[in-house]
């Protein structure tokens, strides 16, 4: 008997699957070692943005800045690199630390002033993506010898596949994401939190370090996504990112973690990314659909799985 | 005696909760007369007025029609986000059955609205039969809403030419655009329902407690879902307009960002987020600050994109200002500035 919290993790495991024979059977080259690895690399910046996001909804908050968070950190890199003619190693540690001061910022406004998490977020996402638009509302390309460099390196893999090195970075930041989230204390915490924030505080769980703690970190991955996406299109634009924080959301559910908060994994975000990845990829195999298809799919897929969340929450109470 | 009342009609103004959106108002249209003396002028011209007000007032009209349905939805202590998505499905199915040239107007409208009612009663039914939080139930209409407009107009912007369709979005009715009148219709009917029946105070206890209200015997479910579907109503009253203004439908940019300003506009009315109080005139009051911030923002030569990060200062500190906890802070600092 598997336990009931692991039934949605492992119907998106099984549908992964599923999508992934079904596209193998219907066209040639779509069960490749290839097409698995681009899945990681595509989707490398959604993955980072979604663990964030999957810590913020476990404690039982949301972050709808993310996206414009992306772009601002996209943006900021490309000028700081291409107009101001700053070293790449000088900018990236200041972007984090801004994306990092900005998550601070609202989770402090989140939980000094007990605003709602998703108003704040809100007016985080308008300032992030203003600021952004003020610095330049133009696509700002990159050139610089270590964004070559980066974009030259991988591992080869078996099977003639290329793991390029920054899909690497993104499996380590999932390693530690891991690591943090299941087994060191602050996890611990965000459980807690999500469970229910009142017994948490009771049991001596230090509620203010914590909930800021996870909006900077939330922030934090989402201005490293950024970094990401100026590798991917070497180039910093303001408008990146519009709708990235509803695709997070939406694979952290998939992934099987409650949206009430207080249940769900780190793994299940990854496959909660990789199946709609694998949606995108079969639409564009498949040719004649169109490409908003994929989110009426997507929105779809997310409603089947809050109504399974919802039908497993109502017979675990029962039972 | 002549003080004491003068005292306390003071306090009665500091303590009306018109007194700072209005203050807001004002502000911003004497730093508009300040930079142009002209800017409140209206003049008749052609059977019509124009002017910055009028302006004012018909630019605000998609996103009055969204907040009137937002303020009760957030009333109910719910949120709708998929406003923007609805005026898109709206404006698509009647673009659509403009095109096919023989349907006549009423059904196009008939049929434009019920979408959006049918919008509003997946929301509603998600929310209040299902128990999915708000903000879920409606991000997905919002994430969807858009591809099915998309769908529909199979990813082309869909033009028409129909005058009487037209008329809604830029014609004129006594030299007033059709759009305020339309503002004022649904303002009216949806004020009319909620204050002079007991449905306003249904809305405000189920948006206090939604279980108590429902030991005192209020149909809790059917408040909450009877909410979306004004909102869906509304929204898709506003995407008929918007489509009605340009002769087309636009199923990417028509509607965007709407329901974050239809949210600030029902925030700055003083509506607390968590449900209860609520009143529309507060809230088209709000709709008239931001819209004045739009353009005052393009009057005064400021670069557009300043736009966002005004709003995003403006909720925060709204915001700040409504919670008890920093009212005391600020409270606290004043009488420790006073002692010294």
Same mark, same amino acid.
């Given at each position: 008997?598997?336990?009931?919290?692991?039934?949605?993790?492992?119907?998106?495991?099984?549908?992964?699957?599923?999508?992934?024979?079904?596209?193998?059977?219907?066209?040639?080259?779509?069960?490749?070692?290839?097409?698995?690895?681009?899945?990681?690399?595509?989707?490398?910046?959604?993955?980072?943005?979604?663990?964030?996001?999957?810590?913020?909804?476990?404690?039982?908050?949301?972050?709808?800045?993310?996206?414009?968070?992306?772009?601002?950190?996209?943006?900021?890199?490309?000028?700081?690199?291409?107009?101001?003619?700053?070293?790449?190693?000088?900018?990236?540690?200041?972007?984090?630390?801004?994306?990092?001061?900005?998550?601070?910022?609202?989770?402090?406004?989140?939980?000094?002033?007990?605003?709602?998490?998703?108003?704040?977020?809100?007016?985080?996402?308008?300032?992030?993506?203003?600021?952004?638009?003020?610095?330049?509302?133009?696509?700002?390309?990159?050139?610089?010898?270590?964004?070559?460099?980066?974009?030259?390196?991988?591992?080869?893999?078996?099977?003639?596949?290329?793991?390029?090195?920054?899909?690497?970075?993104?499996?380590?930041?999932?390693?530690?994401?891991?690591?943090?989230?299941?087994?060191?204390?602050?996890?611990?915490?965000?459980?807690?939190?999500?469970?229910?924030?009142?017994?948490?505080?009771?049991?001596?769980?230090?509620?203010?370090?914590?909930?800021?703690?996870?909006?900077?970190?939330?922030?934090?991955?989402?201005?490293?996504?950024?970094?990401?996406?100026?590798?991917?299109?070497?180039?910093?634009?303001?408008?990146?990112?519009?709708?990235?924080?509803?695709?997070?959301?939406?694979?952290?559910?998939?992934?099987?973690?409650?949206?009430?908060?207080?249940?769900?994994?780190?793994?299940?975000?990854?496959?909660?990314?990789?199946?709609?990845?694998?949606?995108?990829?079969?639409?564009?195999?498949?040719?004649?659909?169109?490409?908003?298809?994929?989110?009426?799919?997507?929105?779809?897929?997310?409603?089947?799985?809050?109504?399974?969340?919802?039908?497993?929450?109502?017979?675990?109470?029962?039972? | 005696?002549?003080?004491?009342?003068?005292?306390?009609?003071?306090?009665?103004?500091?303590?009306?909760?018109?007194?700072?959106?209005?203050?807001?108002?004002?502000?911003?249209?004497?730093?508009?007369?300040?930079?142009?003396?002209?800017?409140?002028?209206i003049h008749f011209d052609n059977g019509r007025f124009y002017g910055?007000?009028i302006d004012?007032?018909h630019?605000?009209?998609?996103?009055?029609?969204?907040?009137?349905?937002?303020?009760?939805?957030?009333?109910?202590?719910?949120?709708?986000?998929?406003?923007?998505?609805?005026?898109?499905?709206?404006?698509?199915?009647?673009?659509?059955?403009?095109?096919?040239?023989?349907?006549?107007?009423?059904?196009?409208?008939?049929?434009?609205?019920?979408?959006?009612?049918?919008?509003?009663?997946?929301?509603?039914?998600?929310?209040?039969?299902?128990?999915?939080?708000?903000?879920?139930?409606?991000?997905?209409?919002?994430?969807?809403?858009?591809?099915?407009?998309?769908?529909?107009?199979?990813?082309?912007?869909?033009?028409?030419?129909?005058a009487?369709?037209s008329w809604l979005g830029s014609g004129t009715l006594l030299g007033i655009p059709v759009t305020i009148w339309?503002?004022?219709?649904?303002?009216?009917?949806?004020?009319?329902?909620?204050?002079?029946?007991?449905?306003?105070?249904?809305?405000?206890?189920?948006?206090?407690?939604?279980?108590?209200?429902?030991?005192?015997?209020?149909?809790?479910?059917?408040?909450?879902?009877?909410?979306?579907?004004?909102?869906?109503?509304?929204?898709?009253?506003?995407?008929?307009?918007?489509?009605?203004?340009?002769?087309?439908?636009?199923?990417?940019?028509?509607?965007?960002?709407?329901?974050?300003?239809?949210? $600030? &506009? #029902? *925030? !700055?009315?003083?509506?607390?987020? =968590?449900?209860?109080?609520?009143?529309?005139?507060?809230? +088209?009051? /709000?709709?008239?600050?931001?819209?004045?911030?739009?353009?005052?923002?393009?009057?005064?030569?400021?670069?557009?994109?300043?736009?966002?990060?005004?709003?995003? $200062? &403006? #909720? *925060? !500190?709204?915001?700040?200002?409504? =919670?008890?906890?920093?009212?005391?802070?600020?409270?606290? +600092?004043? /009488?420790?500035?006073?002692?010294?």
């Amino acid at each position: 008997m598997i336990a009931r919290r692991f039934v949605p993790l492992l119907a998106t495991f099984s549908l992964l699957v599923v999508m992934f024979i079904i596209g193998g059977f219907q066209f040639e080259g779509f069960a490749s070692f290839q097409v698995v690895t681009n899945l990681l690399t595509d989707n490398a910046f959604l993955l980072v943005v979604a663990l964030g996001m999957t810590l913020v909804i476990l404690s039982g908050g949301i972050d709808l800045s993310v996206g414009a968070v992306v772009a601002l950190s996209g943006v900021l890199c490309a000028v700081l690199i291409s107009e101001y003619q700053w070293p790449p190693l000088l900018v990236f540690p200041l972007v984090l630390v801004i994306g990092t001061l900005f998550g601070t910022l609202m989770g402090s406004l989140i939980y000094f002033y007990k605003l709602q998490p998703f108003i704040v977020t809100l007016a985080g996402m308008f300032f992030a993506r203003g600021l952004a638009t003020t610095i330049s509302e133009e696509s700002v390309g990159i050139e610089h010898p270590l964004y070559y460099a980066v974009a030259d390196s991988g591992i080869a893999l078996p099977g003639n596949a290329w793991l390029p090195s920054y899909a690497i970075i993104v499996l380590a930041v999932l390693a530690g994401l891991f690591l943090l989230t299941h087994y060191s204390r602050f996890g611990g915490y965000v459980y807690a939190i999500g469970g229910n924030s009142q017994s948490a505080a009771l049991m001596g769980v230090p509620i203010a370090r914590s909930t800021i703690g996870i909006y900077a970190m939330s922030s934090f991955l989402a201005a490293f996504a950024g970094i990401l996406y100026t590798f991917y299109t070497f180039s910093g634009y303001a408008l990146t990112g519009i709708g990235m924080e509803l695709d997070a959301i939406a694979a952290v559910v998939i992934g099987g973690t409650l949206l009430t908060g207080g249940s769900g994994y780190i793994l299940g975000t990854l496959l909660g990314v990789m199946l709609m990845g694998i949606i995108h990829t079969y639409i564009i195999f498949e040719g004649s659909l169109n490409s908003w298809w994929a989110r009426i799919a997507i929105g779809l897929l997310l409603f089947v799985f809050i109504a399974l969340q919802k039908v497993l929450n109502r017979s675990s109470q029962r039972g | 005696m002549n003080t004491e009342t003068s005292h306390s009609f003071a306090e009665r103004l500091l303590k009306s909760r018109y007194i700072w959106p209005l203050a807001a108002l004002l502000l911003m249209l004497i730093f508009n007369l300040l930079l142009d003396a002209s800017f409140l002028d209206i003049h008749f011209d052609n059977g019509r007025f124009y002017g910055n007000p009028i302006d004012i007032l018909h630019r605000s009209a998609p996103v009055a029609l969204l907040a009137i349905g937002m303020t009760v939805v957030i009333a109910t202590g719910g949120i709708d986000l998929s406003v923007g998505a609805v005026m898109a499905i709206a404006g698509a199915v009647c673009a659509n059955l403009l095109v096919a040239t023989d349907v006549s107007l009423f059904t196009v409208l008939v049929a434009g609205i019920a979408s959006g009612l049918l919008c509003g009663l997946i929301n509603g039914a998600l929310v209040s039969y299902m128990g999915i939080q708000p903000i879920i139930a409606t991000l997905l209409l919002m994430v969807t809403g858009r591809g099915i407009a998309q769908l529909l107009n199979d990813g082309q912007i869909v033009t028409f030419q129909h005058a009487g369709f037209s008329w809604l979005g830029s014609g004129t009715l006594l030299g007033i655009p059709v759009t305020i009148w339309l503002v004022l219709l649904v303002f009216i009917i949806s004020q009319l329902m909620l204050r002079r029946t007991a449905l306003g105070l249904f809305v405000e206890a189920v948006g206090c407690n939604s279980s108590a209200s429902r030991y005192l015997g209020i149909n809790d479910r059917t408040v909450k879902l009877m909410a979306y579907l004004l909102t869906g109503f509304c929204a898709a009253l506003a995407g008929i307009i918007s489509a009605a203004d340009i002769n087309g439908s636009d199923a990417n940019n028509v509607g965007l960002w709407l329901e974050l300003d239809a949210i $600030l &506009a #029902v *925030v !700055l009315g003083g509506a607390a987020l =968590s449900g209860g109080r609520f009143s529309i005139p507060l809230s +088209l009051l /709000g709709v008239l600050i931001i819209q004045t911030l739009n353009t005052t923002i393009m009057v005064s030569g400021m670069p557009s994109k300043l736009n966002l990060l005004i709003k995003a $200062l &403006a #909720v *925060v !500190l709204v915001l700040l200002l409504q =919670s008890d906890i920093f009212r005391k802070q600020i409270s606290g +600092l004043a /009488g420790k500035w006073r002692h010294s």
